[in-house]
């Protein structure tokens, strides 16, 4: 089995490699860069990597690095800084997104592939009609206006729920939502949840990076954690 994984270089893709490697799966990695990768990564025999800004890489570049993959992972995010938050591309995890199903579907693979994506408790699933406060709405809107990376994340999980949607031939999918990420070095306990149960603005909880990545390479191993979360957005907090 093999995995691709995109934003394996940031502070929760990397963790997702270690625990898929930490499995005995293929990994293959799409990076601009190693610099920052852990040696353990850098030199595993079942790491591949395509070294690339995923969003510069050809059409027939990306159906390549998706080709024989069973999943395809998406821990990409905006840089915390000016220019990451309100530079080129805005919509980075949107584009990547578009860009890296459509290369599955040109591959017409056998099965379909899961696609998983890391987003945020920050983003509603609008398939659940899911409620919030007056408050929080108005946080929402102005993060819609002030911050372009929370745009990106809520296209991104809607590309995936309007255009690939449940019945797609090539691809499966789930939106993975973390709440207030913290770093932790080892997975602890966690719970997963078809809707937020705290407020993302008011009243956060916490998840850990390794948590999540846990929770990612289980969607992507573990058959029925899969068909249990199968288009569908979890939310993830540690556990009290």
């Not at 191993?221 to 957005?233: I, P, Q």
Request: glycine share 6%.
């Amino acid at each position: 089995m093999a995995t691709l994984v995109v934003g394996a270089s940031g502070a929760t893709g990397r963790l997702l490699v270690e625990q898929l490697l930490n499995c005995g799966q293929s990994v293959r990695i799409i990076v601009r860069t190693v610099d920052s990768l852990p040696e353990a990564i850098k030199n595993h025999e079942n790491v591949s990597v395509i070294r690339a800004s995923v969003l510069d890489l050809s059409d027939s570049e990306m159906a390549q690095s998706v080709k024989g993959c069973d999943a395809v992972a998406s821990c990409l995010g905006h840089n915390m800084s000016f220019k990451g938050i309100y530079g080129q591309p805005r919509r980075l995890v949107t584009e990547a997104t578009r860009r890296l199903c459509h290369a599955i579907k040109a591959n017409n693979p056998e099965k379909p592939v899961k696609f998983v994506l890391m987003n945020t408790t920050g983003n509603r699933n609008q398939d659940l009609s899911e409620q919030i406060s007056f408050g929080q709405n108005c946080v929402i809107w102005l993060l819609r206006l002030l911050l372009p990376p929370h745009v990106d994340n809520e296209k991104a999980a809607d590309y995936l729920r309007t255009e690939i949607g449940q019945n797609h031939r090539f691809i499966e999918w789930a939106a993975v939502r973390p709440d207030g990420l913290v770093d932790k070095s080892e997975v602890s306990e966690y719970e997963t949840h078809i809707s937020p149960t705290r407020s993302a603005i008011f009243d956060a909880g916490t998840t850990s990076r390794v948590n999540v990545g846990h929770f990612m390479a289980t969607l992507i191993l573990d058959h029925e954690t899969w068909v249990k979360w199968n288009g569908k957005m979890p939310v993830i907090y540690n556990e009290a």
